[in-house]
C-alpha cells in the first residue's frame, strides 16, 4: 500500500497484513528498550486541523518507536489560521522531503487530495465525517486479540452514526473481517442509505442481546441545539449503554473520549467487558504496523524521493541482531 | 416574441454564406433533408437542392456529413461579470457559448455586485456591445442584493432591458416576498425564474443525500429540498396568475411537482442541465469538486424521471447553468469547493453522445429542447426557415473528441466532462446573422 486513505479502498488481506506486523511490534514493546531503527533519517509529518488528543499522541509516538523525526503541527497558530490554502501548505511541507504526511482535516477528503500535491505516503487520521482508517485497524486489532476470528461475530455499532467517521470506517472494516454489523441509534441520526455500506440498521437497543459487541459512539452534546434529538436526557434513557443492557458475555468498545453518563453509563466503562483501554493500547502497535506497511514494506514502488537505507529489521537499538 | 437580435452584441456585417450539402434539421418547421443553405446579409434566402443555387460573392461551406440545426439557446448562464472576472467575461463567455452552437444565452445576476439597478443593466449591455460574440440577455435580480427581503425596481430594469429577473443562486426564502413580485409582475412583465430551494432542508449539505452521501460522511441535500419549494412556488403562480420558470430541475419529485402545476394550468415552464441528464451522484464518491454544483447530481432513478419529464415536455427545456470557477475554488476538499460547473462546450456534444447516440433520446426532440429556451423568455426560436435571422449550428456528428481538462474558449477549466470521449463537434456558429464562431481546423473557401 501507498496510502492509508479509507478502509473503503482495503482488501482483507491488507487488513490481516497490519494485524500480523502490529503482532510483531506488540512483542518488541514488551522489550526493555522499545524503539527499532527501521525509519531512522525518515521525517513524518502530522498535520492536525482538528483538536485530537488521541489519534495525534499515537501517531507520533509510533513515529518515534520507529525511530523517524516527527514534525507535528496543529491548526491553532500555524500558518493555515493565517488562509494559507491546504494546497499551499502541503507544498511547503513537502520541502522537508517527508515520508509520510498524517493528516486530520475536519473536510471529506482532504487526505486524498493530498496526495495529488505530495511524493509522501498520506494516512488519513480523520477526514470530515468520511472515514477514520487507523481507528477502524485498531478495533480490529483489539478485537482479534479477545476474540481470534471476527468471523460471523455480532457487532452492534451505537449511536450518533451520521456525524462519526469512525461508525463508517468500523461498518467497513468489520464487515471485511466477517462480522456481522448493526447500525443502532435515533433515526434523525442515522444517514438515509447507509445500509448499502454492507450493515443492517435499528432504531431500538431492543435485539441489543444479540450482539457478542457493543461499539459504542460518542455523544455530543451540540446536537441536542440542533434537534437531533430532544433532549440528552432522552437520548441516554433510549441509548445508554449501562449495567443493566450489557450481558456477561458482551464487550465494549468506545473510541473515545467518552461522554460519562451520556452513551455509558459510568459502571460500565471500567468493567470488565471494556476494552476501552486496550484500544488505545493497540493504537499504538497498530499506527506502527501502519508506518510500517507504508514506508518500509516490500512492495513500496517510488514513492518519497528517498527509500529507506536500512533493511526493515526488528532488532531494537542496542541489540545484537 | 423579440428577435434573438434585439438581445446586446458586438454587431459587424451580417454573413454571406452558403452551406452546402449538410443535413438541415429543423423540427418545429418541419425541415429534414440535404439543402443548401443560403444565407445572405446574415439572413436565410433559400434551402436549395444540393448545388442549384447561385453563390456568386458567398463563401462556400462544404459541410456534407454534417448536421446544419438551428442554433442552440441558454437561458442559464453565469457570465460573472461585473466582478468575477478571473472566472469568466462576457468575451470568453460568449466565445464558449459560440464553440458550443449557442445563438443566444441569458445571463444569471448573481454578479457582485449583484445586478440589481438599471444602470448596472444598462452598462452590461453596453459593455456586451463591445465585447459579446453572441448575443446576450441580463437578468436583473428579483429581490435587492438577492438578499431575499426587498423587491428591486423591477419597472426600471425592465425599461433598461432586463429580460427577466432571477435571485438564481440563492432560494426566495419568504414566499411573501416571491408573492409580491409575481403580483408586480403583471405591471411590468419579464418571467420570474426560481432557484427552488429550501435551505431549511439543505442545511450544510454539499451533495445528494442518499447512499453514497451516506458512505461519504457529507451532509446531504434531499430530493425534497428542491421538490416542496417547486411546490409552493407553483401554487404561488397558479393563485396569481403569474409566469414562472423553474431552473435547474434535478430531482424526480420536482419533475413531478411541475406536471402537476402544469396539468392545473399554471404558467410555469422548466430546464434541465446536461450534467443532469447524464451523471448521478456516484460520480461524487472520488470527492472531486469537479463534480460539486447545486443542485447536486442525484440518483439514477431522478436522472431517468428528468429525461423522460424531459422527453414528454413537462421539462421544456435544457439549459447549461455554465457556472465557470476558477481552480483554486475547486482544489479544496469537497465541502470547502465552490459550486458550479462549466457547460457551454459540452452541452450537445455530451447529450447527444451519452442519449441521443444510444437511442434513448431523438435527436430531433434534442434540437427542439437546446432552442425552446428562447420562447421561454419571449425570443423567436431559432430556426433555419427561409426569410429568418439566421441562427444556425454545424456540427460534425462524426468528430470524436476527448472533453480535456484544459484548452476551452471559456476562461474557467471547471468542466465535469474532463476525460469523457465525446461524438458531435460543433464547426461554425451562426448567431443573428453573424459569423460567431468557426473551429480553427475547419477548412473553408470562397466560392469560385
Redo the contacts between chains.
Sequence with gaps: MRHLLAV?HMERADIERIMERAESFAEVGRRDIKKVPTLRGRTIVNLFFESSTRTSSSFELAAKRLSADVVSIRSAGSSVDKGE???DTVATLSAYDPAAIVIR?P????A??VTRWTDASVINAG?????HPSQALLDVYTLRRRLGSLEGKRIWIVGDVL???VA?SNVLAFGAMGAEVTVCGPPTLI????E??GCRVSYTLGELGEADVIYALRMQRERMGESFVPSIREYATHYQIDSRRLSPRQLLMHPGPVNRGVELAPDVIDSPHSLIAEQVESGLVVRMAILYELLAGAERPGGARRRPEDVPELSPIGEPA | MSAISSLSWRRNEGAELIVRGARVLDPRAGIDGIRDIVIRQGEIIELAEPGSAGADGLESVDAEGMFALPAFFDPHVHLRVPGHEHKEDLETGTRAAGAGGFCGVLAMPNTEPPVDGAPAVQALRRQAEREASVPVGFFASITRAIAGDELTEMAELREAGAVGFSDDGWPLRSARVLRRALQYQRLVGGVVALHEEDPELSGDGAMH??????????A?I?SVSESTMIARDAALAAYEEARVHVLHLSARESVEAVARAKEAGARITAEVTPHHLTMTDEAVR??DARFKMNPPLRSEEDRLALIEGLRAGVIDCVATDHAPHAS?EK??????AAMGVTGLETAFPVLYTDLVIPGVLDLELLVERMTAGAAAFGFDVPTVEPGSEANVVLIDPEAEWEAGTEGWESRSENSCFAGHRLRGRVLMTVAAGQVAYRQRSFAMGVAA
Design positions: 473503503e490554502s491546504l494546497k482535516s473536510h471529506a477528503g482532504a486524498e487530495l477526514d470530515g465525517k468520511h472515514e456525524h462519526s467517521r463508517r444517514p438515509r442509505g447507509i448499502t455500506l | 443525500e442518499g447512499p453514497v452521501s451516506a458512505a461519504l460522511g457529507l446531504g434531499p472520488g470527492l483554486d482544489e479544496v476538499p469537497f465541502e470547502e
